[in-house]
């Protein structure tokens, strides 16, 4: 077997990279990504590209406001399923429910009863989380085969209620927010 060695190397090719390497250099800096479309030095020229459209405007997102639930009935039935059709009218889901914090179903539409019989052993396995401090336990959100269940909680005198949702995604923390306050709204006075 030969070992190669540098008395293989080719002068003359040695010469010619050390002359490319310590050229004097242009004071422009140089380009190091050349424009789309311009031609390579030794490249063969090709045709010149069709214009580009121009680019969409861009879209910003509109924030739809969600108006505040508002009770106006005295009757609990009617405002749970108040508080539900307003939660499918303005939260992106397919299902909404409010259970008890025993997972009773008192309202709901469009999720099975085994999705809500969830609640209450949910609710159960929280009361640990709640006890370390600083920790809000009381809205969160949960996989449920491919579906997402989220949730916001309310203590009363009466014990807990859960208003919740399925649907593709969790919901935002804005959405939380919302859902808890009108939750407590449907809770006031019953």
Do not use: Y
Request: hydrophobic share 45%.
């Amino acid at each position: 077997m030969t070992v190669r060695s540098v008395s293989w190397t080719d002068a003359q090719r040695v010469t010619s990279l050390l002359a490319r390497v310590t050229a004097t250099r242009s004071r422009e800096p140089a380009t190091l990504v050349t424009a789309m479309g311009a031609a390579r030095a030794g490249a063969p020229a090709k045709a010149a590209p069709a214009p580009a459209k121009a680019a969409p405007k861009e879209v910003k997102e509109v924030v739809k406001e969600v108006p505040r639930l508002v009770q106006t009935s005295d009757n609990p039935a009617d405002r749970l399923d108040a508080l539900v059709a307003w939660t499918l009218d303005h939260h992106p889901c397919v299902g909404a429910f409010v259970a008890d914090d025993n997972g009773l179903t008192l309202a709901a539409h469009g999720i099975s009863e085994a999705h809500v019989s969830l609640v209450g052993p949910l609710l159960s396995a929280l009361v640990g989380v709640r006890s370390i401090p600083g920790v809000d336990a009381t809205a969160g959100a949960l996989w449920l085969g491919a579906q997402m269940m989220s949730w916001v909680e309310a203590r009363t005198a009466r014990g807990g209620f859960c208003l919740g949702t399925v649907g593709d995604e969790a919901l935002s923390t804005r959405s939380f927010e919302q859902l808890k306050e009108a939750l407590a709204t449907t809770l006031r006075g019953l």
